[in-house]
């Protein structure tokens, strides 16, 4: 993928995505979306990152194409659905590997099941969406002798749905990493199992309800985001120069900090400081502790 090939580039040059911004006169924020795969550079652009890199521009998107003429897995079944107002959405799946929830620019909700295993995906699954006055009802099932155990190992779910069209959304399951990018919603809210989770791009409030011990990397976030645990603990990675302040909740609950791989002091904004520009993250629950590491540029490799 371009997202990749750009990015192992960048390391081999040695060159940090500041530096990389810089010389091609572009935001970090930029090179942060087209190393994610949220974002993809124009032509212009295209033309500057082969020329840094000194290679051609073909070789840069030659990777790219290879994969889309190969497919990124062997089996998948897609299944759409048009609206055209805001919606609530309620997301249910019993069992997955990887759950991808993703905004974009049109006007179909899409549900994509992908796996490199499950030859019999069409039958063994369905996707029902249901639609009832203001909310979207999807719920991805399985039949046979399909068993959640195998669905972890072997399923991958992506979602999209309208940017435009987005109210709050609520997602429940069992699924080992939780995807959530370019998001604009009032509030987002997961409850199930899971032990990673990427947030990028996303504007609103999002909720994770999960007592397993979790690795979260917050790569892009304007707004809030609550951890709510029982007896459990989690990392969660954020960019350096994001401004956050922190509060924990609940019953025996503790907040720790780390910076350049050691312990740090406490390095959120203080109350007195808060604006409403200041990000918020909560801790609650009983008896969870929270790691919360500052690096320059926060990864999250599947």
Not at 12 to 33: N, P, Y
Not at 106 to 127: M, N, P, Y
């Amino acid at each position: 993928m371009f997202s990749t090939k750009l990015k192992d580039l960048r390391r081999q040059a040695k060159m940090s995505q500041e530096k990389m911004a810089e010389k091609l006169r572009v935001s970090r924020q930029a090179v942060t979306k087209w190393e994610t795969g949220a974002g993809v550079p124009d032509i212009e652009n295209v033309k500057a990152i082969a020329s840094l890199f000194d290679i051609s521009i073909d070789e840069l998107l030659e990777s790219e194409e290879r994969s889309r003429q190969k497919g990124d897995y062997l089996y998948d079944s897609t299944t759409e659905y048009d609206i055209d107002c805001g919606k609530n959405y309620d997301i249910t799946f019993s069992g997955a590997k990887k759950v991808s929830l993703c905004g974009y620019k049109g006007e179909k909700i899409r549900v994509r099941l992908a796996s490199d295993q499950i030859e019999e995906i069409q039958s063994v699954f369905k996707v029902r969406i249901d639609d009832v006055r203001k909310k979207i009802d999807i719920d991805v099932r399985r039949f046979g002798n399909m068993t959640e155990s195998r669905a972890k190992k072997e399923l991958d779910v992506f979602i999209w749905i309208p940017q435009q069209y987005t109210g709050e959304a609520e997602i429940s399951g069992n699924t080992s990493v939780l995807e959530l990018t370019r998001m604009e919603a009032k509030n987002i809210e997961f409850s199930g199992k899971t032990e990673r989770v990427l947030v990028h791009d996303v504007t609103g409030h999002v909720e994770i309800n999960s007592n397993e011990d979790m690795n979260i990397v917050c790569a892009g976030l304007c707004g809030r985001l609550d951890i709510n645990q029982l007896s459990s603990t989690s990392r969660l990675t954020v960019p350096e120069n994001m401004e956050f302040f922190a509060v924990k909740k609940g019953i025996g609950n503790h907040i720790y900090y780390e910076k350049e791989g050691g312990t740090a002091e406490d390095f959120s904004v203080k109350e007195e400081e808060i604006d409403d520009s200041t990000n918020m993250i909560e801790l609650n629950g009983m008896k969870s502790e929270l790691i919360i590491e500052a690096v320059p540029e926060p990864e999250f490799e599947v």
